[in-house]
């Protein structure tokens, strides 16, 4: 099973900053990572697959790149709706998601 | 926009079976190639895939659950069921469906909290 690390597990800032999450495999995922936002009381909401793809309606803010072992998600200017917990996925191997990275208001 | 919701019973006694059904609106679960799928979330564990089926019935599990799991899809009705046997515990958790594409979950159910109490 491969096992996705994510960090931090907190991240603190204020709205109009620069967000960036990590997401570590244990193994090669090669491309075939996604990024997952959840708000509490809902589901999780797919924003980035294929490491950067944006899912449809996804602002331009969230970005993501990487590739095999590290994984970035970038949210350029945090807007208040953003804070949130975030998850990456991967596929490659079977379907496994990270811990979480929560983004909370500063 | 397709929709899916969660129904089944939200206590469960330990040594039964999880029994939960995800209707679909907004979309056929016999169109296009995508698959449907089961997920949990639990604090300690956070997100856990389970299984998912194709239109065709085809499935895969999630190895860690693949005894206990049966995933199955009834066209006719327009949804698709979990069924997770000799429960315990540690099976307590939100459980999702979701419809899936490229194996990755683009659409998801608001989400049922089942419970595994005597």
């Known amino acids: 099973e491969i096992v996705l690390t994510q960090s931090p597990a907190t991240l603190s800032l204020s709205p109009g900053e620069r967000a960036t999450l990590s997401c570590r495999a244990s193994?090669?995922?090669?491309?075939?990572l996604a990024w997952y936002q959840q708000k509490p009381g809902q589901a999780p909401r797919l924003i980035i697959y294929?490491?950067?793809n944006r899912a449809t309606g996804i602002p331009a803010r969230f970005s993501g790149s990487g590739y095999g072992t590290d994984f970035t998600l970038t949210i350029s200017s945090l807007e208040p709706e953003d804070f949130a917990v975030y998850y990456c996925q991967q596929r490659n191997n079977w379907l496994t998601f990270g811990g979480g990275t929560r983004v909370e208001i500063k | 926009q397709v929709q899916l919701q969660e129904s089944g019973p939200g206590l469960v006694k330990p040594s039964e079976t999880l029994s939960l059904t995800c209707t679909v609106s907004?979309?056929?679960?016999?169109?296009?190639?995508?698959?449907w799928a089961w997920i949990r979330q639990t604090p300690g564990k956070g997100l856990e895939w389970i299984g998912s089926i194709s239109k065709s019935g085809s499935t895969y599990y999630n190895a860690s659950l693949k005894t206990r799991v049966t995933i199955s899809v009834d066209t006719s009705k327009n949804e698709f069921s979990l069924n997770l046997s000799s429960v315990t515990a540690a099976d307590t958790a939100v459980y999702y469906c979701?419809?899936?594409?490229?194996?990755?979950?683009?659409?998801w159910g608001q989400g049922s909290l089942v419970s595994v109490s005597s």
């Open positions: 907004g979309g056929s679960v016999s169109s296009g190639t995508y698959y």
């Open positions: 193994q090669s995922v090669s491309s075939y």
């Open positions: 294929d490491a950067s």
């Open positions: 979701a419809r899936q594409e490229m194996s990755y979950f683009e659409s």
